[in-house]
Protein backbone atom coordinates (compact mmCIF):
# COMPACT_ATOMS: atom_id res chain seq x y z
CA UNK A 1 0.00 0.00 0.00
CA UNK A 2 2.98 2.27 -0.79
CA UNK A 3 2.11 5.35 -3.11
CA UNK A 4 4.63 8.04 -4.55
CA UNK A 5 7.37 5.92 -2.21
CA UNK A 6 5.74 7.08 0.52
CA UNK A 7 3.53 4.67 3.46
CA UNK A 8 0.63 5.26 5.71
CA UNK A 9 1.35 4.97 9.17
CA UNK A 10 -1.33 4.62 12.14
CA UNK A 11 -1.19 4.74 15.69
CA UNK A 12 -3.51 2.93 18.54
CA UNK A 13 -3.05 4.47 21.72
CA UNK A 14 -1.22 8.00 22.54
CA UNK A 15 0.49 7.24 26.14
CA UNK A 16 3.88 6.26 26.83
CA UNK A 17 4.82 4.25 24.02
CA UNK A 18 2.50 5.81 21.46
CA UNK A 19 3.49 9.02 21.94
CA UNK A 20 7.22 8.13 21.72
CA UNK A 21 6.22 6.31 17.90
CA UNK A 22 4.75 9.17 16.72
CA UNK A 23 7.27 11.67 18.23
CA UNK A 24 9.84 9.39 16.08
CA UNK A 25 7.60 9.26 13.29
CA UNK A 26 7.10 13.14 13.16
CA UNK A 27 10.34 14.19 13.63
CA UNK A 28 12.55 11.88 12.04
CA UNK A 29 11.12 10.85 8.89
CA UNK A 30 14.08 12.41 7.11
CA UNK A 31 16.03 9.58 8.58
CA UNK A 32 13.67 6.72 8.57
CA UNK A 33 13.74 7.34 4.84
CA UNK A 34 17.15 7.43 4.15
CA UNK A 35 17.74 3.94 5.99
CA UNK A 36 14.54 2.20 4.28
CA UNK A 37 14.51 3.96 0.90
CA UNK A 38 10.42 4.18 1.85
CA UNK A 39 8.97 7.89 3.75
CA UNK A 40 6.82 6.85 6.44
CA UNK A 41 3.91 9.52 6.77
CA UNK A 42 1.50 9.33 9.74
CA UNK A 43 -2.03 9.27 9.21
CA UNK A 44 -3.85 8.80 12.10
CA UNK A 45 -3.34 8.48 16.07
CA UNK A 46 -6.30 6.83 17.97
CA UNK A 47 -6.88 8.16 21.26
CA UNK A 48 -10.09 8.83 23.31
CA UNK A 49 -8.21 12.20 24.36
CA UNK A 50 -7.25 15.14 22.56
CA UNK A 51 -3.42 16.59 22.19
CA UNK A 52 -4.06 19.79 20.65
CA UNK A 53 -0.41 20.80 21.37
CA UNK A 54 1.17 18.34 19.60
CA UNK A 55 2.36 19.23 16.72
CA UNK A 56 0.27 16.60 14.87
CA UNK A 57 -2.95 17.41 16.84
CA UNK A 58 -5.06 17.43 13.47
CA UNK A 59 -4.54 13.78 13.17
CA UNK A 60 -5.96 12.61 16.23
CA UNK A 61 -9.34 10.51 16.04
CA UNK A 62 -11.65 8.25 18.49
CA UNK A 63 -13.11 6.67 15.11
CA UNK A 64 -11.23 2.85 14.72
CA UNK A 65 -12.85 3.01 10.98
CA UNK A 66 -11.07 5.42 9.49
CA UNK A 67 -8.20 3.92 10.17
CA UNK A 68 -9.32 0.37 9.38
CA UNK A 69 -10.72 1.46 5.99
CA UNK A 70 -8.56 4.14 4.62
CA UNK A 71 -6.34 1.96 1.81
CA UNK A 72 -2.97 4.43 2.50
CA UNK A 73 -2.05 3.39 5.55
CA UNK A 74 -0.33 0.10 5.21
CA UNK A 75 1.35 -0.43 9.37
CA UNK A 76 -0.65 -0.08 12.21
CA UNK A 77 1.17 0.46 15.58
CA UNK A 78 -0.79 -0.77 18.55
CA UNK A 79 0.39 0.82 21.81
CA UNK A 80 -3.02 0.53 23.92
CA UNK A 81 -2.33 -2.42 25.60
CA UNK A 82 -4.33 -4.81 27.02
CA UNK A 83 -6.18 -7.03 25.19
CA UNK A 84 -9.23 -5.30 25.18
CA UNK A 85 -9.82 -3.45 22.44
CA UNK A 86 -6.53 -3.95 21.16
CA UNK A 87 -7.00 -7.57 19.93
CA UNK A 88 -10.14 -6.98 18.22
CA UNK A 89 -8.58 -4.01 16.56
CA UNK A 90 -5.40 -5.62 15.63
CA UNK A 91 -7.23 -8.64 14.45
CA UNK A 92 -9.16 -6.30 12.01
CA UNK A 93 -6.43 -4.57 10.87
CA UNK A 94 -4.36 -7.79 10.00
CA UNK A 95 -7.59 -8.88 8.30
CA UNK A 96 -8.12 -5.70 6.04
CA UNK A 97 -4.18 -6.46 4.57
CA UNK A 98 -2.54 -4.28 7.49
CA UNK A 99 0.82 -4.59 8.54
CA UNK A 100 0.49 -4.81 12.99
CA UNK A 101 3.23 -4.03 15.35
CA UNK A 102 2.93 -4.12 18.94
CA UNK A 103 4.49 -3.20 22.26
CA UNK A 104 1.75 -5.58 23.80
CA UNK A 105 3.04 -8.29 25.45
CA UNK A 106 -0.40 -9.22 26.98
CA UNK A 107 -1.82 -9.58 23.63
CA UNK A 108 0.93 -11.60 22.11
CA UNK A 109 1.42 -14.15 24.61
CA UNK A 110 -2.63 -15.06 24.73
CA UNK A 111 -3.42 -14.26 21.46
CA UNK A 112 0.25 -14.91 19.45
CA UNK A 113 -0.46 -17.89 17.47
CA UNK A 114 -3.85 -16.73 16.22
CA UNK A 115 -2.64 -13.13 14.92
CA UNK A 116 0.66 -14.46 13.40
CA UNK A 117 -1.79 -16.97 11.08
CA UNK A 118 -3.86 -14.81 10.20
CA UNK A 119 -0.85 -12.27 9.03
CA UNK A 120 0.42 -15.41 7.08
CA UNK A 121 -2.86 -15.65 4.97
CA UNK A 122 -2.93 -12.34 4.24
CA UNK A 123 0.62 -11.74 3.26
CA UNK A 124 1.30 -8.78 5.89
CA UNK A 125 3.44 -8.62 9.03
CA UNK A 126 2.96 -9.10 12.72
CA UNK A 127 5.99 -8.12 14.54
CA UNK A 128 6.85 -7.30 18.12
CA UNK A 129 10.43 -6.64 19.15
CA UNK A 130 9.16 -4.24 21.56
CA UNK A 131 7.27 -7.12 23.47
CA UNK A 132 9.92 -8.64 24.97
CA UNK A 133 13.13 -6.23 26.51
CA UNK A 134 11.87 -2.99 25.58
CA UNK A 135 14.52 -1.71 23.44
CA UNK A 136 16.76 -4.72 23.19
CA UNK A 137 16.54 -6.63 19.88
CA UNK A 138 16.05 -10.31 21.31
CA UNK A 139 12.91 -11.53 18.88
CA UNK A 140 14.35 -10.70 15.48
CA UNK A 141 17.62 -11.95 16.33
CA UNK A 142 16.66 -14.92 17.96
CA UNK A 143 14.23 -16.04 14.96
CA UNK A 144 16.38 -14.75 12.38
CA UNK A 145 20.18 -14.35 13.14
CA UNK A 146 19.99 -18.33 15.16
CA UNK A 147 18.18 -19.97 11.98
CA UNK A 148 20.88 -22.15 12.47
CA UNK A 149 20.90 -23.07 15.78
CA UNK A 150 18.48 -25.13 17.92
CA UNK A 151 18.07 -22.88 20.55
CA UNK A 152 18.19 -24.96 23.92
CA UNK A 153 17.61 -22.43 26.59
CA UNK A 154 16.26 -18.82 27.07
CA UNK A 155 16.48 -17.20 30.09
CA UNK A 156 16.38 -13.69 31.70
CA UNK A 157 16.28 -11.08 33.44
CA UNK A 158 12.95 -9.34 32.07
CA UNK A 159 11.54 -6.99 34.50
CA UNK A 160 12.90 -3.54 35.59
CA UNK A 161 11.01 -3.05 38.35
CA UNK A 162 11.55 -6.00 39.88
CA UNK A 163 15.34 -5.82 38.87
CA UNK A 164 15.39 -2.23 40.30
CA UNK A 165 14.01 -3.76 43.62
CA UNK A 166 16.21 -6.85 44.15
CA UNK A 167 19.14 -4.50 43.34
CA UNK A 168 18.16 -2.01 46.60
CA UNK A 169 18.02 -5.26 48.62
CA UNK A 170 21.11 -6.42 47.43
CA UNK A 171 23.74 -3.16 47.19
CA UNK A 172 21.80 -0.66 50.30
CA UNK A 173 20.17 -3.26 52.32
CA UNK A 174 16.74 -1.74 52.04
CA UNK A 175 13.73 -4.41 52.55
CA UNK A 176 11.60 -5.38 49.98
CA UNK A 177 8.80 -2.58 51.54
CA UNK A 178 11.25 0.13 51.17
CA UNK A 179 12.90 -0.64 47.61
CA UNK A 180 8.89 -1.03 46.29
CA UNK A 181 7.85 2.29 47.98
CA UNK A 182 11.21 3.98 46.28
CA UNK A 183 10.17 2.46 42.64
CA UNK A 184 6.88 3.80 42.37
CA UNK A 185 8.51 7.16 43.66
CA UNK A 186 10.38 6.79 40.62
CA UNK A 187 8.05 5.60 38.37
CA UNK A 188 9.40 2.20 38.05
CA UNK A 189 6.11 0.37 39.52
CA UNK A 190 2.57 1.48 39.36
CA UNK A 191 0.44 2.35 42.16
CA UNK A 192 -0.71 -1.49 41.91
CA UNK A 193 2.61 -3.22 41.15
CA UNK A 194 1.24 -6.97 40.99
CA UNK A 195 1.73 -7.56 37.49
CA UNK A 196 5.53 -6.83 38.13
CA UNK A 197 6.04 -8.24 41.34
CA UNK A 198 3.89 -11.28 41.34
CA UNK A 199 6.38 -12.39 38.07
CA UNK A 200 3.27 -11.76 35.62
CA UNK A 201 5.01 -9.38 33.11
CA UNK A 202 7.95 -11.36 33.60
CA UNK A 203 5.52 -14.45 32.62
CA UNK A 204 4.27 -13.28 29.47
CA UNK A 205 7.72 -12.34 28.19
CA UNK A 206 9.06 -15.78 28.68
CA UNK A 207 6.11 -17.30 27.06
CA UNK A 208 6.81 -15.40 24.16
CA UNK A 209 10.33 -16.31 24.10
CA UNK A 210 9.28 -19.82 24.70
CA UNK A 211 6.80 -19.99 22.31
CA UNK A 212 9.50 -19.03 19.41
CA UNK A 213 11.88 -21.18 21.02
CA UNK A 214 9.50 -24.67 20.51
CA UNK A 215 7.21 -23.06 17.34
CA UNK A 216 4.88 -23.86 19.57
CA UNK A 217 2.28 -21.92 21.69
CA UNK A 218 3.28 -21.46 25.22
CA UNK A 219 0.65 -20.28 26.93
CA UNK A 220 0.77 -17.66 30.34
CA UNK A 221 -2.26 -19.69 31.64
CA UNK A 222 0.08 -23.18 31.87
CA UNK A 223 2.81 -21.56 33.90
CA UNK A 224 2.66 -20.24 37.64
CA UNK A 225 4.90 -17.34 37.90
CA UNK A 226 6.29 -16.57 41.49
CA UNK A 227 6.98 -13.25 42.53
CA UNK A 228 9.52 -11.20 44.89
CA UNK A 229 7.07 -10.46 47.47
CA UNK A 230 8.48 -13.17 50.10
CA UNK A 231 12.67 -12.53 49.45
CA UNK A 232 13.93 -11.02 52.71
CA UNK A 233 17.39 -9.74 53.17
CA UNK A 234 18.22 -12.92 55.54
CA UNK A 235 18.03 -14.50 51.64
CA UNK A 236 19.96 -11.74 49.95
CA UNK A 237 22.79 -12.11 52.61
CA UNK A 238 22.75 -15.68 52.59
CA UNK A 239 22.98 -15.73 48.70
CA UNK A 240 26.11 -13.33 48.61
CA UNK A 241 27.41 -16.18 51.38
CA UNK A 242 26.91 -18.64 48.37
CA UNK A 243 28.68 -16.20 45.98
CA UNK A 244 25.45 -15.44 44.17
CA UNK A 245 22.59 -12.55 43.87
CA UNK A 246 18.80 -13.13 43.88
CA UNK A 247 17.18 -12.12 40.13
CA UNK A 248 13.51 -12.46 39.34
CA UNK A 249 14.30 -15.11 35.90
CA UNK A 250 12.70 -15.87 33.72
CA UNK A 251 13.06 -19.17 32.17
CA UNK A 252 12.28 -21.60 29.24
CA UNK A 253 14.79 -24.33 28.50
CA UNK A 254 13.92 -27.35 25.85
CA UNK A 255 13.98 -30.90 27.16
CA UNK A 256 14.00 -34.35 25.36
CA UNK A 257 10.52 -34.76 25.47
CA UNK A 258 10.36 -32.05 23.24
CA UNK A 259 8.83 -30.08 25.72
CA UNK A 260 9.94 -26.78 27.75
CA UNK A 261 10.11 -26.29 31.49
CA UNK A 262 9.13 -22.82 31.73
CA UNK A 263 9.45 -21.14 35.01
CA UNK A 264 9.31 -17.57 36.52
CA UNK A 265 10.68 -17.47 39.79
CA UNK A 266 13.65 -15.10 41.95
CA UNK A 267 16.78 -17.92 41.43
CA UNK A 268 20.40 -17.52 43.09
CA UNK A 269 22.50 -16.67 40.30
CA UNK A 270 26.18 -16.67 40.68
CA UNK A 271 28.02 -13.47 41.06
CA UNK A 272 30.89 -14.66 38.06
CA UNK A 273 27.56 -15.53 35.70
CA UNK A 274 26.05 -12.81 32.68
CA UNK A 275 23.16 -12.13 34.97
CA UNK A 276 24.71 -11.51 37.87
CA UNK A 277 25.76 -7.48 37.38
CA UNK A 278 22.86 -6.75 35.33
CA UNK A 279 21.33 -3.94 37.98
CA UNK A 280 18.63 -1.67 38.26
CA UNK A 281 16.05 -0.82 35.65
CA UNK A 282 18.16 -2.87 32.91
CA UNK A 283 17.12 -6.38 31.58
CA UNK A 284 19.34 -9.26 30.08
CA UNK A 285 18.44 -12.14 28.23
CA UNK A 286 20.89 -14.91 27.70
CA UNK A 287 20.26 -17.17 24.74
CA UNK A 288 22.30 -20.68 23.93
CA UNK A 289 22.11 -22.38 21.18
CA UNK A 290 23.57 -25.38 19.73
CA UNK A 291 25.91 -23.80 16.67
CA UNK A 292 27.02 -20.09 18.34
CA UNK A 293 26.76 -21.26 22.11
CA UNK A 294 25.64 -18.50 24.65
CA UNK A 295 24.75 -15.21 23.96
CA UNK A 296 23.74 -11.80 26.03
CA UNK A 297 21.64 -9.06 25.08
CA UNK A 298 21.53 -6.74 27.61
CA UNK A 299 19.80 -3.07 27.81
CA UNK A 300 17.17 -0.68 29.19
CA UNK A 301 13.83 -3.16 28.82
CA UNK A 302 11.39 -0.48 29.13
CA UNK A 303 11.03 2.80 29.06
CA UNK A 304 9.16 5.49 26.41
CA UNK A 305 12.29 6.23 23.90
CA UNK A 306 13.92 2.56 24.15
CA UNK A 307 10.42 0.93 23.33
CA UNK A 308 9.10 3.38 20.97
CA UNK A 309 12.54 2.84 19.13
CA UNK A 310 11.62 -1.04 18.79
CA UNK A 311 8.33 -0.03 17.89
CA UNK A 312 9.43 2.43 15.31
CA UNK A 313 11.59 -0.47 14.12
CA UNK A 314 9.05 -3.36 13.15
CA UNK A 315 7.59 -0.35 11.48
CA UNK A 316 10.14 -0.21 8.80
CA UNK A 317 10.50 -3.61 8.63
CA UNK A 318 6.68 -4.25 8.39
CA UNK A 319 7.02 -1.41 5.26
CA UNK A 320 9.74 -3.54 3.04
CA UNK A 321 8.41 -6.58 3.17
CA UNK A 322 5.47 -8.78 2.64
CA UNK A 323 4.70 -11.21 4.97
CA UNK A 324 7.47 -12.36 8.46
CA UNK A 325 7.41 -16.06 7.22
CA UNK A 326 10.73 -16.75 10.11
CA UNK A 327 8.06 -15.44 12.80
CA UNK A 328 5.47 -18.51 13.60
CA UNK A 329 4.51 -20.81 16.52
CA UNK A 330 2.08 -23.16 16.69
CA UNK A 331 -1.58 -22.83 18.45
CA UNK A 332 -2.48 -25.62 21.18
CA UNK A 333 -1.63 -26.14 24.77
CA UNK A 334 0.37 -28.92 26.28
CA UNK A 335 3.70 -27.95 25.38
CA UNK A 336 4.85 -27.15 28.45
CA UNK A 337 6.42 -29.47 31.09
CA UNK A 338 5.02 -30.53 33.88
CA UNK A 339 6.72 -33.78 35.43
CA UNK A 340 9.97 -31.83 36.95
CA UNK A 341 12.57 -33.40 34.38
CA UNK A 342 14.94 -30.19 34.77
CA UNK A 343 17.69 -30.83 36.97
CA UNK A 344 19.25 -28.27 38.95
CA UNK A 345 19.74 -27.16 42.37
CA UNK A 346 17.39 -25.33 45.47
CA UNK A 347 18.52 -23.01 48.08
CA UNK A 348 16.45 -23.67 51.32
CA UNK A 349 15.46 -21.40 54.57
CA UNK A 350 14.28 -22.73 57.48
CA UNK A 351 13.68 -22.95 61.32
CA UNK A 352 17.12 -23.39 62.98
CA UNK A 353 16.96 -27.01 64.67
CA UNK A 354 19.25 -30.20 65.64
CA UNK A 355 17.80 -32.23 63.26
CA UNK A 356 18.19 -30.45 60.23
CA UNK A 357 21.56 -31.47 59.02
CA UNK A 358 20.44 -35.28 59.24
CA UNK A 359 17.32 -34.45 57.86
CA UNK A 360 18.19 -31.95 54.86
CA UNK A 361 21.34 -34.82 53.68
CA UNK A 362 18.71 -37.69 53.78
CA UNK A 363 16.42 -36.09 51.65
CA UNK A 364 18.35 -34.38 49.50
CA UNK A 365 22.08 -35.94 49.76
CA UNK A 366 25.05 -34.08 50.28
CA UNK A 367 24.15 -30.13 50.67
CA UNK A 368 26.03 -27.17 51.73
CA UNK A 369 25.09 -25.36 54.59
CA UNK A 370 25.21 -21.49 54.35
CA UNK A 371 26.52 -18.46 56.92
CA UNK A 372 25.24 -15.04 56.28
CA UNK A 373 25.30 -11.77 57.90
CA UNK A 374 23.11 -10.24 59.82
CA UNK A 375 20.42 -13.83 59.75
CA UNK A 376 17.79 -14.40 62.33
CA UNK A 377 20.02 -16.75 64.84
CA UNK A 378 16.42 -19.38 64.55
CA UNK A 379 16.94 -19.78 60.91
CA UNK A 380 19.34 -21.89 58.94
CA UNK A 381 19.77 -22.09 54.77
CA UNK A 382 21.25 -24.39 52.96
CA UNK A 383 21.97 -25.53 49.44
CA UNK A 384 21.11 -28.68 47.89
CA UNK A 385 23.11 -30.87 45.12
CA UNK A 386 21.98 -30.75 41.61
CA UNK A 387 19.22 -33.42 40.58
CA UNK A 388 15.52 -33.43 38.85
CA UNK A 389 13.25 -30.69 40.02
CA UNK A 390 10.46 -33.49 41.36
CA UNK A 391 12.87 -34.63 43.88
CA UNK A 392 14.02 -31.69 44.90
CA UNK A 393 10.12 -30.92 45.39
CA UNK A 394 8.81 -34.19 46.84
CA UNK A 395 12.10 -33.29 49.38
CA UNK A 396 10.71 -29.82 49.92
CA UNK A 397 7.30 -31.49 50.87
CA UNK A 398 8.69 -33.91 53.39
CA UNK A 399 11.05 -31.09 54.80
CA UNK A 400 8.02 -28.96 55.44
CA UNK A 401 6.50 -31.30 57.77
CA UNK A 402 9.21 -31.17 60.07
CA UNK A 403 10.34 -27.70 59.51
CA UNK A 404 9.11 -24.34 58.79
CA UNK A 405 10.46 -23.52 55.29
CA UNK A 406 10.58 -19.88 54.76
CA UNK A 407 12.10 -20.36 51.36
CA UNK A 408 12.79 -22.01 48.55
CA UNK A 409 14.22 -21.27 45.49
CA UNK A 410 15.71 -21.98 42.19
CA UNK A 411 19.59 -21.97 41.79
CA UNK A 412 20.52 -21.44 38.18
CA UNK A 413 24.32 -21.06 36.24
CA UNK A 414 23.43 -17.82 34.21
Known sequence: MAYNGCYGVAVMGHGVVG?????????????????????????RILDLRKFPEAPYASLFTDDFSL??????????????????????????CLLAGKSVVTSNKELV??????????A?????????????????????????????????????????????ILSKMIYEHTSFEQALATAQELGYAERDPAADVDGHDACRKICILAS??????????????????????ADVSYAGAYGSVIKLIGRAKLLENGKAAVTVSPALVPKSGRLAGIDGVFNGVVVRGDEVGELLFFGRGA????????????????????GNPYLFWKGGCGNVD?????????????????????LAQELFGEVCFLSGEDTPQDQMAFVTGVMEEKKLLAG???????????????????
Open 338 to 358: TTGADQMAYYFRTERSELLPG
Open 19 to 43: SGVCEILYHKKDLLTQKSGKTPVLK
Open 67 to 92: IEQDPEIAVVAEAMGGLKPAYEYVKR
Open 109 to 118: AAKGAELLEI
Open 212 to 233: LMLGKEVSPTEVEPQGIRDISL
Open 120 to 164: AEKGVSFLFEASVGGGIPVIHPVCRCMAANQITEIAGILNGTTNF
Open 303 to 322: GKEATASAVVSDIVEAAGQD
Open 396 to 414: ADTLAKKLPVYAALRVLDY
